[in-house]
């Protein structure tokens, strides 16, 4: 990297020879940048690390979504750390119960020690003659503006930032959003005084975030209506999972987690080969639980069949069935059609019918940003990751000495 390209305290570090390095860095300080830290200290006990994170606090997704009702897709016997297993009550647990694990977790194993809050990273150079990289950041306050600029360098670069932006959402571009007189929100960016008490709630979307804030809402006493364009699999789970209660009561900590592990990591494999040889057969069943759950008559061919094979997208998870309750009793409904355009009382669907709303979410995805927005440069060159080889989702060929933890942060 030219000393040029460097902001001048950056160069002024360079200069003096007080560039910080360490062996390994780690970007973020979610749920896989606290796992990577757990075993740099116990398999690599030798290396220097520190995790750069660019907000305040520890635990990535689940510090900074805040929405109603948020709580996992997947049961946390299998999404938990394998060195320090799940001990909640709930299989399907709240997002404050997983924050709070992520919290504890970092300062039982002494990771918050090394974690620097408001580091974001923006360059990354590697000099295949230095045999290292040189990270760039913006040293932030806590209304997020940049007070300082700092160079550090290191061996091996760790990506653990996910795969999202944190300072937006992705909300399509629906003609007439301007004339809307009510509310328009974003999950990620959840007012904490938003009062839907007695208000007509639209949601628009039907993936796990939109059947978590479906029954959330409702319960604060909203009409609540999801319009979705096409339907999604959608199956009820207990939020408690009573094998898992069985065999924690009889067996040790130490016995039971990995036990649990790989019981339920074997049986969601099994559920999904189902899925894949046997369609027809899954499709019935998921057919068959609806029937139950939902009321008499409801058109299930219109609002949760989808057009698609099980597990050719994700299954949605609805604990303890609250969605289908919330249907049953009349506070939720679910409306499978197109947006038109907004109106100033509500949304015009193509066809031809209104629902009119106080209050729209847009439960309608996130921006993918890889690594954070970094640049990366290689010898001078920078590098579009999109050209490269992704391997497992671990690795990329022709980036040197990096590692990318791609999931939840």
């Known amino acids: ?43 690599c006990r030798w290396a220097t690390f520190a995790l750069f994170e660019a907000r305040g606090s520890v635990g990535g997704t689940w510090d900074l979504f805040r929405y ?18 799940w001990q909640g009550a709930k299989a399907i647990a709240d997002g404050d119960a997983i924050l709070d694990y992520l919290k504890d977790t970092a300062a039982e194993e002494g990771i918050d020690r090394h974690i620097r809050f408001g580091h974001r990273i923006t360059r990354a150079e590697w ?12 040293l932030l306050d806590e209304a ?25 959402g992705y909300t399509p571009d629906f003609d007439g959003m301007d004339d809307f007189g009510g509310t328009i929100v974003h999950p990620q960016f959840w007012p904490e005084d938003l009062d839907v008490s007695a208000k007509r709630v639209v949601v628009i979307g039907s993936g796990a975030t939109a059947v978590t804030l479906v029954p959330a809402l409702a319960r604060q006493g909203a009409q609540v209506t999801m319009l979705q364009r096409s339907p999604t699999y959608v199956v009820a789970l207990p939020s408690r999972n009573p094998a ?20 339920l990591s074997l049986g969601n494999l099994a559920t999904y080969q189902l899925s894949r040889r046997r369609p027809e057969v899954v499709k019935k069943a998921l057919r068959a639980r609806l029937e139950r759950q939902l009321p008499d008559g409801y058109d299930i061919d219109t609002h949760f069949t989808p057009s698609y094979e099980p597990w050719d997208q994700r299954v949605c998870v609805v604990s303890n069935g609250d969605m289908f309750r919330s249907i049953a009793d009349g506070s939720a409904e679910v409306v499978t059609d197109h947006v038109d355009r907004f109106t100033r009382d509500g949304i015009a669907l193509r066809s031809g019918e209104q629902i009119d709303a106080d209050v729209v979410v847009t439960a309608t995805g996130l921006d993918l940003l890889f690594m954070g927005g970094m640049d990366l440069i290689v010898d001078g060159d920078k590098v579009d990751p999109s ?18 933890a791609v999931g939840y942060t």
């Open 1 to 43: 990297m030219t000393t040029s390209a460097l902001p001048a305290t950056s160069r002024d570090e360079l200069a003096g020879g007080h560039v910080e390095h360490l062996d390994v860095l780690i970007v973020g300080a979610g749920l896989s940048g606290i796992g990577a830290a757990h075993f740099l200290q116990t398999e």
């Open 68 to 85: 109603p009702g948020i709580r996992s897709d997947s049961d946390m016997f299998t999404f938990s750390y394998s060195f320090r297993p």
């Open 127 to 138: 000099s295949t003659a230095d045999a290292r990289w040189t990270v760039s950041a913006d």
């Open 144 to 168: 997020g503006d940049v007070v300082h600029q700092r160079v550090v360098t290191c061996s091996f670069l760790y990506s653990c930032t996910g795969y999202y932006r944190y300072d937006r």
């Open 244 to 263: 898992a209660d069985l065999i924690r009561k009889v067996l040790p900590t130490n016995v039971s987690g990995p036990a649990l592990r790989w019981l």
């Open 387 to 404: 050209d490269r080889l992704a391997y497992k989702g671990m690795m990329l060929d022709g980036v040197p000495n990096m590692a990318l």
